[in-house]
């Protein structure tokens, strides 16, 4: 059996969901109603410390501090649930169509706006139960937003590249510490913006990315850099790797991106091959 939630946002604190349950040699049958759900930034930023730094230091005080943060996302996981699938709700019947055969159930939530991609639905519980994705049999997030055009040219409006580099790993700072802000203000523009991520995080992909684009008359109109930087005079570079410029006499900047794939440290790239 299979439940697919399509939420789209109807403004800031409410959103559109439609569901529709699929059955073996059944016709699929859809509910459709509203939802409202807001975390206020207090929450979001204990969400954030949560999945990203207390793994990195679960002891006390830290470890008090994460029990509170667990009950508030157990509340917040029964809140979300309340009011989507509540008595009185208009996705009331959906659940009770599902909530018998838990275990072969695949739930499968559809962003159809990046507001509806940002609710933690992960943490979505009946009350007094486990999170519906430790209970069902698959849980998944499917992010529909600023499709592409069928030939596969980009939509319309502005177009970004993200280029992420941590070469300190486990001690370096949180993805999510930088890109999330980003992703909040493009989330928050006007016109959609196509968004994506350089892999691997290399000079020569990166190269590759931009010609491939410009060539094809599609360059991109913001390209951001979230990585570590250097500033180094030409007697500290010589001991380095480096792509960079003919030398200008004391010191520069220079971005670091990765090595070829399974080659460690890392590239120095100078402002001018940029």
Sequence with gaps: MVMRLSVRALSSHEYEVAADIERQDQPVTTWVGTLSF??????????????????????????????????????????????????????????????????DLRI??????PEAGRIPWELIRPPD???????????????????PA???????????????RRPYLGEDVGYHSVARRVLFQLMASPVPIGLSVLRPPTFKQLRWVLEQYFGDGEAWDLVHFDCHGEFL?????AEFETVTSPPAGGPRGYVLLEKEIFEPGVTRIQAGPL
């Design 108 to 113: 499968e939530i559809e962003a159809l706006s």
């Design 150 to 164: 069928a030939d596969g040219r980009r939509a319309q409006g502005p177009r970004a590249l993200i280029v992420i």
């Design 129 to 147: 139960s486990e999170p519906l994705a430790l209970c069902c049999c698959e849980f998944h997030r499917i992010i529909r937003w600023n499709v």
């Design 38 to 103: 807001h975390l206020a930034a207090a929450d979001w930023e204990d969400l954030r410390w949560y999945w990203e730094q207390f793994v990195d230091s679960p002891f006390d005080p830290a470890a008090q501090i994460a029990g509170r943060v667990e009950r508030r996302m157990h509340e917040i996981g029964e809140e979300l649930f309340i009011s989507l699938f509540g008595p009185g709700r208009d996705m009331f019947e959906a659940w009770q169509a599902v909530s018998g055969c838990l275990a």
């Design 233 to 237: 005079d030409d007697d500290a570079v």
